[in-house]
């Protein structure tokens, strides 16, 4: 079993109008970092909260990790799979940092003893040792959304979704959480799922969900999803710089790899206009 | 007629053991009729600063005159009433301040203060969602069945609707799509170039700034370090660093290149000139 997640058929419905997920299906790798996007409205949080088990299915299955998510498992599930959700106020329980963490180690039985180092290592991880009395209001919104991750990560989930998490957070609290989530997808193996705006972090991404009017509107590599930019901008999506800057380059003839990053593109052009 | 802040300080809760003092010895002249970007690092003083355009907030020290009006410390604002006439001020997620059963009622809301008609008020908001873009079939919904970018629309429209001759927006682009933004952004300009109203931005959307704003004012720790021209302020990337701003993409790259030895023109911004430069380079070699 190689898949983290399997989505087969799901359908949801708010209200009686329309179906807000509208028969999606797809699956993510194990260890795998996928983009979902999506304009605003175009179903992408609901996924979220169903993969969750926040919000019930109408029909089709989920699968975590190999288990068919329901009503009965849902303890199972959630030790599998963790949120981070976009606003850093509405995700706190305790009182300081370090009740904050103890809270999901607290529900999950896990022994006093143990629990002080798990906190503390998992504090260290986000880089929030100093602050484990402070207040959780004093806090940035970045050092918030740090809290909220290092409290999924002490339940040793291996699937976190991070929905829109850098959205309310300026841009030093937004580089800070995604060099973040990057270091936890490479160091700790973990399957990251981010719903985002950000195009440039699309661009980082192993594969791309595009959803649309609650379908799934494309799928597959940024390389792939870019390329096909009549349908990204007829979703209300952007390209990213470097790429319409890679197929400018190219059009003029300068030779330049496929790449989607922005140092190595910055030194294969350096190389084209220094070395003859 | 201008905007002038002079030797201005703001302090929060003075003479208490909260007292923080969020501008000082602030001084600064901005035009009128341009789009000007307001930016700096997360409490750094521009929501403060540009609290203070409508009399929202108050001088502790110094002064500042809006057209006709001057606000000074430690004395009671006349005619503020007349002030909140000619600046119009967006909140930060505006769309969490709308409460009236209908768009047209939560537009009309602010003219019907002003001491116009009921049905005056009405065609007044029924402009002004027009002009912010909205459809007129939704004009008789409640507020709480559009969208975030759409219900920030109808926070404009309730600001524009007083026809104010300044409009000052904090954060208007936070949390939206892209492309809602990048329309957000198409409103303002046009506000600007097609009715003449002043825009003030704050903003950390770099950007937007290299695409839309005219003017650039920085903020570090309550004091303004810098106020000059777009261009002129992309020549120089030392104050992005020092208000922990992250550049526009394309000046990210050519400081990438410079490291390498090869620079670009601060006038570079777009990325057919990188392009054409990139291909003039190499045949100069």
Redesign the interface.
């Known amino acids: 079993m190689n898949k983290a997640i399997e989505v087969k058929n799901l359908k949801y419905r708010y209200n009686d109008d329309s179906l807000t997920i509208d028969d999606i299906s797809f699956s993510i790798e194990k260890g795998s970092y996928t983009t979902i996007i999506g ?3 175009s179903g992408k949080s609901t996924i979220a909260k169903l993969l969750l088990g926040l919000l019930e299915k109408q029909s089709g299955s989920i699968f975590i990790d190999g288990i068919e998510l329901n009503y009965e498992n849902l303890n199972q599930i959630r030790n599998k799979i963790g949120i981070v959700f976009q606003n850093p106020d509405n995700q706190f329980i305790g009182s300081t940092v370090r009740d904050d963490i103890a809270f999901g180690l607290e529900n999950h039985c896990v022994d006093r003893e143990k629990m002080d180092s798990i906190i503390e290592s998992f504090a260290r991880k986000v880089n929030m040792t100093e602050f484990l009395e402070s207040e959780p209001t004093k806090l ?2 970045g050092q918030k959304q740090r809290v909220a991750i290092a409290s999924v990560l002490a339940m040793d989930l291996k699937i976190i979704v991070f929905d829109e998490a850098t ?2 957070l ?6 800070e959480i995604n060099r973040l989530i990057k270091e936890l997808h490479q160091e700790n193996e973990i399957t990251v799922i981010s719903i985002t ?1 950000d ?2 972090e699309v661009a980082q991404s192993d594969n791309v969900l595009v959803i649309d009017n609650g379908r799934l509107a494309m799928s597959g590599s940024p390389e792939k999803v870019f390329s096909n930019e009549k349908v990204m901008v007829k979703m ?3 390209i990213p ?2 790429y ?2 890679r197929n ?2 190219k ?4 030779k330049v790899s496929n790449t989607l990053d ?2 190595r ?3 294969e ?2 190389q ?3 070395k ?1 | 007629m201008s905007i002038h802040f002079e030797k201005l300080d703001h302090i929060y809760s003075p003479n208490t053991v909260f007292e923080f003092k969020a501008l000082e010895d602030v001084s600064l002249d901005i035009d009128l009729g341009k789009i000007t970007a307001i930016i700096g ?2 409490g750094s003083g521009k929501t403060t600063l540009v609290q203070h355009l409508n009399g929202l907030l108050l001088p502790s020290k110094g002064f500042l005159t809006v057209n006709d009006f001057t606000i000074k410390a430690d004395e009671k604002p006349k005619k503020i009433k007349d002030l909140r006439k000619q600046v119009g001020l967006v909140f930060q997620f505006a769309e969490y301040q709308l409460f009236e059963e209908t768009l047209i009622k939560d537009v009309a809301f602010g003219p019907k203060n002003f001491g116009v008609s009921e049905q005056e008020a009405e065609e007044i908001a029924i402009r002004a969602l027009v002009t912010v873009g909205l459809d007129p079939k939704d004009f008789n919904k409640s507020p709480l069945e559009l ?3 759409q219900k920030r629309r109808v926070a404009i429209a309730g600001i524009l609707a007083m026809a104010p001759s300044i409009l000052v927006l904090d954060e208007p682009t ?7 933004a990048k329309s957000m952004m198409e409103l303002f300009t046009m506000l600007n170039k097609e009715k003449g109203i002043t825009v003030l931005i704050v903003t ?1 959307n770099m950007e937007h700034v290299l695409e839309y704003c005219d003017e650039v004012v920085v903020l570090e720790s309550g004091k303004v370090i810098m106020h000059t021209d777009k261009k002129e302020f992309f020549k120089n990337d030392q104050y992005m660093e020092k208000a ?3 550049p526009p ?2 000046i ?2 050519k400081k ?2 410079q490291k ?3 620079s670009f023109d601060s006038d570079v911004l777009t ?2 000139k ?3 430069e ?2 003039k ?2 045949g100069k ?1």
């Open positions: 304009h605003n409205g940035s919104g959205s309310m300026d841009p030093t609290g937004k580089r705006h195009i440039e209300k999506l952007d710089f470097v319409k800057l400018s380059l059009a003029e003839g300068v922005l140092e593109l910055a030194s052009v350096c084209y206009i220094l003859n | 690092a997360t969208s975030g970018g936070a949390g939206l799509d892209p492309q809602g950390h922990s701003i992250d993409v394309i990210a790259f990438m290149c390498q030895g090869v990325i057919d990188l392009v054409s990139v291909v380079k190499r070699r």
